[in-house]
């Protein structure tokens, strides 16, 4: 067999030249994935990957939710390959991933100079993945909302009162003027189902006459039902499994609706005001939603909070016996201590909301379910919380520190409420109150919706988690 001899001398430094350059564009490459590297970090992890150690709950990571096992590459095409809209979808998503990790590289923001807020100091996990994150979704995020169903079961929820966020948030969505709205599905990132678990409950359930009345069954079919409809007439459920689809509900039912038919809610995205991990609640899947109460005809309560040297309450809480730890603290706390005011009915002539900003600290427990608006109330009259539930998975803390600006305190330890607090130096009281005056803004309603503030922050969460979702690339 004949041999061939190759003048190494001319051509051996051509290739060896080019693989070296090649190495580095591909080691510098914002889409170079590497599981350990700290840019993934939105979130700082806690003590170990799985658990936080202020909620005692699972921490939801960036690293989690940007560097999963499907992003370890992602393939490029050809500019000059016509693309499906599914491909395009993925191309800009993966836009959004390398602007996020160079900004958590850099540590530096990357602001068109219009910015009207932007977020520093360590109430924030990640400032700078935060920001940059916000700025990809206001830039290319786009939803679709489902047209299918009637009024009053879909299209339209409670707008005041104890779940008024659920219907804001809806009627957010089908708003014209609603930046994230998507003129066709093709065009969408994701997908949002309009229904409300509150007026399903009220239109459906009521009366409800015996303990057989709260039997979720009835709920459980509606769901099921409208998501068969919406699959069966386009094929976006279908193709990805419910993964870029999400619903919204603050109802205490609202976890329940998917329970029935776990294989085909599997992927689904649920925005839970009642976030309970012993329940289901996923934190890497599912969206921490905060519960707000709306008076009518408003958008939150009026600003009634002392300065912090002028609080002279050392702790708050006013609210029935709703569930065990309630009754744990009302049989410890109250009426019996001045400086910390436990009470199960407000004395006459007292005002609930001039209380709260009387107070250093607002005591948060559970009801018979985790969510409560009593937490926003707080933030609301700049009174550091007191966190007192269990498995509860706190509002959008893929992006919150919220051991920066809250006080958590086990239910075990109730009786100790008055010694953790005065344990607490005045120094490192003023800092946590400045920080919750500083996150406030991120808890605020405003029609429209602006950014940062919580209907924003609620779509926040979702587009991390689409992030985390690559689609099949083929043609559907």
């Avoid at 998507?182 to 459906?204: G, K």
């Avoid at 050392?314 to 009426?335: Q, T, V």
Wanted: glycine share 4%; hydrophobic share 35%.
């Amino acid at each position: 067999m004949a041999s061939f001899n190759f003048p190494y001398s001319q051509f051996s430094l051509i290739p060896a030249i080019c693989l070296l350059l090649l190495l580095i564009f591909l080691y510098y490459s914002p889409f170079n994935y590497k599981p350990n590297d700290p840019i993934f970090s939105l979130s700082v992890s806690s003590p170990t990957p799985e658990t936080d150690n202020h909620t005692g709950t699972p921490s939801v990571l960036v690293k989690g939710l940007l560097s999963t096992s499907r992003y370890k590459s992602w393939s490029r095409h050809n500019n000059k390959i016509k693309k499906s809209s599914s491909e395009k979808i993925e191309d800009d998503l993966a836009q959004a991933r390398a602007a996020i990790r160079e900004a958590i590289r850099s540590r530096s923001y990357a602001s068109d100079g219009k910015a009207t807020f932007i977020p520093r100091g360590n109430v924030y996990r990640n400032p700078y993945a935060f920001y940059q994150s916000h700025m990809e979704m206001m830039k290319r995020f786009k939803i679709w909302t489902y047209r299918e169903g009637d009024y009053p079961l879909v299209h339209h929820g409670p707008v005041n009162d104890l779940y008024a966020i659920e219907g804001q948030f809806i009627d957010e969505m089908e708003d014209k003027r609603n930046p994230f709205r998507a003129r066709h599905p093709d065009e969408a990132h994701a997908f949002f189902l309009p229904f409300s678990v509150t007026n399903v409950v009220s239109y459906v359930y009521q009366p409800i006459l015996s303990i057989h009345d709260y039997r979720r069954d009835r709920l459980q079919r509606f769901v099921r039902d409208y998501v068969h409809v919406v699959a069966d007439r386009h094929e976006y459920w279908n193709r990805s499994e419910g993964a870029d689809h999400f619903m919204f509900a603050c109802h205490d039912w609202g976890p329940d609706v998917s329970s029935a038919d776990p294989e085909l809610f599997k992927n689904f995205i649920r925005v839970l005001c009642n976030a309970n991990t012993s329940e289901g609640f996923r934190p890497t899947r599912d969206v921490s939603m905060a519960d707000i109460y709306l008076s009518y005809g408003e958008l939150g309560p009026p600003r009634l909070g002392l300065d912090p040297r002028n609080r002279t309450i050392l702790a708050f809480f006013a609210g029935g016996a709703h569930g065990y730890i309630r009754e744990l603290l009302l049989e410890h706390w109250k009426d019996k201590d001045a400086d910390v005011q436990v009470h199960e009915y407000l004395p006459k002539g007292q005002n609930y909301t001039q209380l709260m900003g009387r107070s250093r600290y607002c005591l948060c427990p559970s009801g018979f379910e985790v969510a409560s608006s009593r937490i926003v109330e707080a933030i609301y009259a700049e009174c550091v919380p007191v966190i007192i539930k269990d498995n509860y998975c706190l509002p959008f803390s893929d992006v919150l520190d919220w051991s920066k600006f809250s006080v958590r305190i086990p239910v075990d330890r109730i009786k100790d409420i008055k010694a953790i607090l005065e344990a607490i130096p005045f120094e490192k009281y003023v800092k946590l109150q400045k920080r919750v005056v500083k996150v406030r803004r991120h808890f605020e309603v405003h029609r429209p919706a602006k950014p940062f503030d919580v209907i924003h922050m609620a779509l926040h969460s979702v587009w991390l988690r689409r992030l985390n979702v690559k689609l099949g690339q083929r043609d559907y």
